[in-house]
């Protein structure tokens, strides 16, 4: 359970969720929305298009939904960019709609402000069941933990889940083989965490890490291709 989360403004103006049980927040205070398109879409989504033009439909697997910004970003991105995108999505502890409907992402920009209705649609729509939200994307959403899902071939694996000193569990070895045992021929696993042990553990999991820098208010990201 993720008990009395409190909406929080981080550095760029967008929320982000906090937990004080575990001091633990959902996003960099230095801006969540800068962290997410940073991250994710940039050096993630972006830079695997980048090379694989050819292979559609686009397949993301992402650990932990929680907000749905990285969803909705990625939903933004092939609807403007004309890729269709099958996203799968796990969330053992959803947020409640008293904290979801208040988050303020769909009103950083007009760009974004024409996106607010998919953005509740993400949320408003049932666990454990997929839909084709847009032309675009088709979302799978289940609330079920990294450790029990069943995992589909894999392009992108944004991996969002806390962080290894508030859930180390999340980072074992074991679990991240499950991961990247999903992941097709060169596929892209990118993360903010830029641990030595996590590095190590991809490593030795076969995955290839190249050195990129973080997003705002952090050095470095890890970013690790499965070369085939
Ligand atoms: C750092 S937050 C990021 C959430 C989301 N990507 C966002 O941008 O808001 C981590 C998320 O992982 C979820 N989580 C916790 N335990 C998990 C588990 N065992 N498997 C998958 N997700 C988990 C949390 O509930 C939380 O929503």
């Given at each position: 359970m993720n008990k009395d989360p409190k909406i929080i403004v981080?550095?760029?103006?967008?929320?982000?969720?906090?937990?004080?049980?575990?001091?633990?927040?959902?996003?960099?205070?230095?801006?969540?929305?800068?962290?997410?398109i940073h991250i994710f879409l940039l050096y993630g989504l972006e830079a695997w298009y980048a090379r694989n033009r050819d292979k559609l439909p686009l397949r993301i697997f992402e650990v932990g939904f929680g907000t749905g910004l990285n969803a909705w970003l990625t939903l933004i991105w092939a609807e403007q960019n004309n890729v269709p995108i099958l996203y799968h999505t796990i969330e053992p502890f959803p947020l409640e709609k008293e904290?979801?409907?208040?988050?303020?992402?769909?009103?950083?920009?007009?760009?974004l402000t024409h996106y607010n209705n998919q953005f509740q649609r993400l949320h408003n729509m049932d666990w454990d069941s997929g839909k084709p939200m847009t032309d675009y994307f088709n979302i799978k959403k289940e609330q079920v933990k990294l450790e029990d899902v069943i995992m589909y071939g894999t392009d992108i694996v944004y991996f969002d889940a806390f962080s290894p000193k508030k859930q180390p569990e999340v980072w074992e070895k074991e679990l991240l083989a499950k991961v990247v045992g999903a992941m097709n021929p060169n596929a892209v696993f990118v993360t903010y965490c830029a641990a030595a042990k996590v590095k190590k553990y991809l490593q030795d999991l076969g995955l290839t890490l190249d050195v990129v820098p973080g997003p705002p208010g952090k050095k470095e990201m890890i970013r690790a291709w499965k070369l085939s």
């Open positions: 981080t550095d760029d103006g967008s929320h982000s969720v906090y937990l004080p049980e575990i001091n633990e927040s959902y996003h960099s205070s230095h801006g969540a929305y800068r962290e997410a904290i979801y409907s208040q988050l303020n992402y769909t009103q950083i920009d007009e760009t």
